[in-house]
């Protein structure tokens, strides 16, 4: 029986519709429901209320504040999207107290129309920004040489132990997920690293299934990545979660929480 940690992306890009949690209350309430649900880490941009990112971090800091007197959830804080940002302004989210993770995009690459910038100097200013607050890097992989660049780094010294890599699949333009992909990335994650995927756009959970069965460490989900299950939108994301924590423990998958995950994502 292998141990997987659900993890939660609660915000579309489609602005309020669709149930979309933006509020402090909405963002709050989805992350009670989806820890009692079976997921234990939350990943949030900091956005306005009309879910626009900003550079404001009021609202994020009440929204982490709020999550951690109610639950035992792990907060991610984002340093992404497509924006027009600066670095130091990108890296802002993982200075708000409460943050236990920040995801680290490790390479640029053609996202879309647009194109998703992510220079070396731009994500060791971030490993740097994450330093003083004890905020662990999330390794967020888009392409192959990306974890070629990640390795460079743990050799550096810059990053330490547990490594926690997500492959990132099926955004327009980059890697389209297979297991055959899948398996040679895996192939090239350094010791001590624990491994997950996101798939963006998805319909259904099969691929999520297909990297469980592959010995995924983390697995993510959430209103960013996708609001459909068997082709439907879905009313919430708690609905995405119930779910695949069905499917995985069908699949004979333990849903790990609270100090077990803590332990598995932080402690080396």
Not at 55 to 67: S, V
Not at 223 to 230: H, P, T, V, Y
Request: proline residues 4%; glycine residues 10%.
């Amino acid at each position: 029986m292998s141990d997987i940690i659900l993890s939660l992306a609660p915000t579309g890009p489609f602005g309020k519709a669709h149930n979309n949690p933006i509020t402090l209350d909405e963002l709050v309430t989805t992350a009670i429901e989806c820890y009692t649900a079976g997921a234990s880490v939350i990943h949030l941009h900091a956005r306005d209320v009309a879910g626009n990112l900003t550079t404001d971090m009021t609202l994020l800091g009440e929204t982490f504040a709020g999550i951690r007197q109610n639950s035992e959830m792990l907060i991610e804080a984002s340093t992404g999207g497509l924006s027009d940002f600066t670095v130091e302004e990108r890296g802002l989210p993982t200075t708000v107290p409460g943050a236990a993770m920040g995801s680290l995009n490790l390479g640029s690459l053609n996202f879309g129309d647009q194109v998703y910038r992510n220079t070396p100097p731009a994500v060791e200013f971030w490993i740097d920004q994450m330093a003083p607050f004890s905020v662990k890097p999330s390794l967020e992989i888009f392409d192959t040489g990306h974890l070629a660049f990640a390795r460079s780094l743990i050799d550096q010294g810059r990053l330490t132990p547990p490594y926690n890599f997500s492959f990132i699949f099926n955004v327009k333009w980059g890697m389209m997920f297979s297991e055959g992909l899948l398996k040679y990335l895996i192939s090239q994650l350094p010791s001590q690293s624990n491994w997950g995927v996101i798939i963006i756009g998805s319909e259904n959970f099969n691929d999520h299934i297909r990297a469980a069965g592959c010995g995924a460490d983390m697995i993510r989900v959430g209103f960013e990545d996708s609001n459909l299950i068997n082709g439907k939108t879905v009313s919430s994301n708690v609905e995405l979660v119930s779910t695949l924590k069905v499917l995985l423990e069908k699949q004979g998958c333990r849903i790990i929480q609270g100090a077990s995950a803590k332990s598995k994502l932080l402690t080396a």
